[in-house]
C-alpha cells in the first residue's frame, strides 16, 4: 500500500524533550516498531502528543507565540490491532535488577485500569536499558504485583521473568511486542 | 467511581478558533455526550488535539515561545466501546438539503479506511444545524456513496436518512452515536 501522509501525528512526534529523556532510546525503538506495525498492516498504533495547552496565539503571524505543556497527560502509546483498543506506558531504567515504581504516575495507572474496565488491551513495556532486555508486563500482573506488596518501592527483574514475556525484535522491528499478545 | 483528573486532554479541550467554528456547537454537544458516556462507563472517547509543532521552547521560563498548528490532522475523535477501536469525523452543515463534501479532506476518508482495514469502527457524524438533524453514516456507506456518485459534490440529505441513522439523544447525552452500533 501506498505511504499515507500521516507522519505528523501517527508514527514519530517531534518532542523538544528527547534529548534529555533517559526513556529516548526506548521511544525510538518503539517508534520504529510501529511504523513497521503499519507499513505491513498488523496494527495502527500512535505516540499520543504531549498535551500543549496554547496562552496566546498571534493571528497576524500565524503563530502560537504563548503555550505550555501540560504536565499530566495519560500513557504513552495507544492504539488498534485486530479491531481491538490497545494503550500501554513505556519506561526505561538503567537500574540493572529492579524496576522502580515512581516512574509509573498513579494518574497513568487509573487510566490503565479504565482501558480495561473497557475490555481494551492495557500493558507496560519496560526496558532494563543496561542488560538491554525488553519486558512485556500485563496492567492485571502489575496490579497483582502492586496488590501483594503494596510497600515495595520497585518491582524486582525476577518478577518480570516469571509474569512478563520478554519481548525480542530484530532490525526493522525492534520491540516486537504485538507477538505478547496471543488473540 | 470517581471522577478522574483526566480532563486535560480526554474529554474537552480547549480549542482558540472554537469561536471561529462553526462545529463548535456539534463539538459541544458530541463532547457533552462523551463526558456523560465516561461517567457511565459506557466508553472512552477522546478528541484529538491538534496536532502543534513546537519551533522554540524557551527552557528559563519554562514556555513554548514559537509554535504553530499542524495542517494535517487525522480525525477529530477516537476510542474505545466494549474492547473495540472507534473513530470518526464530525461535521456540521448549515445547508438544510445537503452535506457538501469539499468538508471532509482525502486524508482523512484514508485514514478511517485504515481504521476498517484495522477491524475498528469507522463513521462520521454529520449535523444539519438548520434543521436540527444529527445522522451517523458509517464509512461503508459514506464509501458507497462516493462509488457510485464520483463526480457529486455532496451528500443529499435523503442519502442519510436512507443509509445513515437519525442520531437522537436527551440533555445528559445530546448526540448518543453509540446506539446507532448495534453490538
Redesign the interface.
Known amino acids: 500500500m501506498s505511504r499515507?501522509?500521516?507522519n505528523?501525528?501517527?508514527l514519530i512526534?517531534?518532542n523538544?524533550f528527547s534529548y534529555k529523556n533517559r526513556g529516548q532510546e526506548l521511544e525510538y525503538l518503539i517508534n520504529k516498531s510501529n511504523i513497521y506495525y503499519y507499513q505491513n498492516?498488523i496494527?495502527?498504533i500512535d505516540k499520543?502528543?504531549t498535551?500543549?495547552?496554547?496562552v496566546n496565539?498571534n493571528y497576524e503571524i500565524?503563530?502560537?507565540?504563548?503555550?505550555?505543556?501540560?504536565k499530566?497527560?495519560?500513557t504513552d502509546y495507544?492504539?488498534?490491532?485486530?479491531?481491538?483498543?490497545l494503550?500501554f506506558e513505556a519506561k526505561s531504567t538503567e537500574i540493572k535488577t529492579s524496576f522502580p515504581l515512581k516512574n509509573i504516575k498513579p494518574?497513568q495507572i487509573?487510566?490503565l485500569k479504565?482501558?480495561l474496565?473497557?475490555?481494551?488491551i492495557a500493558f507496560f513495556i519496560i526496558m532494563f536499558s543496561k542488560i538491554n532486555e525488553v519486558y512485556f508486563l500485563s496492567l492485571e500482573n502489575f496490579n497483582n504485583f502492586i496488590n501483594k506488596y503494596p510497600n515495595k518501592k520497585s518491582i524486582p527483574l525476577s518478577f518480570f521473568k516469571e509474569n512478563g514475556i520478554e519481548i525480542k525484535g530484530n532490525v526493522s522491528c525492534p520491540i516486537d511486542y504485538l507477538k505478547a499478545l496471543n488473540f
Do not use: C, M, W
Open positions: 499515507l501522509n500521516l505528523s501525528n501517527l512526534t517531534s523538544p498492516n496494527a495502527l499520543r502528543p498535551p500543549i495547552k496554547v496565539y500565524n503563530k502560537i507565540t504563548n503555550a505550555f505543556f501540560e499530566k497527560s495519560t495507544y492504539g488498534i490491532y485486530k479491531g481491538r483498543y494503550d494518574h487509573e487510566y479504565l482501558i474496565k473497557h475490555q481494551g
